[in-house]
T-cell receptor
Framework: DAKTTQPPSMDCAEGRAANLPCNHSTISGNEYVYWYRQIHSQGPQYIIHGLKNNETNEMASLIITEDRKSSTLILPHATLRDTAVYYCVRPGNQFYFGTGTSLTVIP | ETGVTQSPTHLIKTRGQQVTLRCSSQSGHNTVSWYQQALGQGPQFIFQYYREEENGRGNFPPRFSGLQFPNYSSELNVNALELDDSALYLC?????????????FGQGTRLTVV
């Protein structure tokens, strides 16, 4: 079961941190968690991935719980251009996308 | 900009026709995956090609077929088009076919079947 669970939608004020949660309770020990986002039906854009340590890059931070059953993507200072659908994805032999979280950044 | 290009960007076909979609993978990538994304849904895996061989297939009928060329570019062919085949078709390239390998997506081809 490669399912991930995300809230269907979230709002965030511009300039504030956006925290997007994901549950992946059946993840295996050597399986990474990937995050992608998709802006208005363009191709999904890679954001970040991690295994068990917290990760940070120029786009976002990824916090993975110690039991690895859930993670949170953090956009530290959300801008209007961050409005998109965010997918938490388990790779498997393919990428399993759910329906994602539609994040709206409000001015 | 991922370096993955798809053509055409938009296409309109009639039910029963056949269509070929094309994907050029990122330089150095030997693995291409195809996804179908219906409106309001996440992308669904169709199949993957690794070094010109099919390397996994999702729950799609045989009228969805593919090909990967020696330069690792790829085609997706769909025969006997149905109205439900209307979707955004995405190609993703990867540097390998392992379970934890990052994928880079193209901008997609929007197919409308009428």
């Amino acid at each position: 079961d490669a399912k991930t669970t995300q809230p269907p939608s979230m709002d965030c004020a511009e300039g504030r941190a956006a925290n997007l949660p994901c549950n992946h309770s059946t993840i295996s020990g050597n399986e990474y968690v990937y995050w992608y986002r998709q802006i208005h039906s363009q191709g999904p854009q890679y954001i970040i991935h991690g295994l068990k340590n917290n990760e940070t890059n120029e786009m976002a931070s990824l916090i993975i719980t110690e039991d690895r059953k859930s993670s949170t993507l953090i956009l530290p200072h959300a801008t209007l251009r961050d409005t998109a659908v965010y997918y938490c994805v388990r790779p498997g032999n393919q990428f399993y996308f759910g329906t994602g979280t539609s994040l709206t950044v409000i001015p | 900009e991922t370096g993955v290009t798809q053509s055409p960007t938009h296409l309109i076909k009639t039910r029963g026709q056949q269509v070929t979609l094309r994907c050029s993978s990122q330089s150095g990538h030997n693995t291409v995956s195809w996804y179908q994304q219906a409106l309001g849904q996440g992308p669904q895996f169709i199949f993957q090609y690794y070094r010109e061989e099919e390397n996994g297939r999702g729950n799609f009928p045989p009228r969805f077929s593919g090909l990967q060329f020696p330069n690792y570019s790829s085609e997706l062919n769909v025969n006997a088009l149905e109205l439900d085949d209307s979707a955004l078709y995405l190609c993703a390239s990867s540097p390998g076919a392992g379970r934890n390998t990052e994928a880079f997506f193209g901008q997609g081809t929007r197919l409308t079947v009428v």
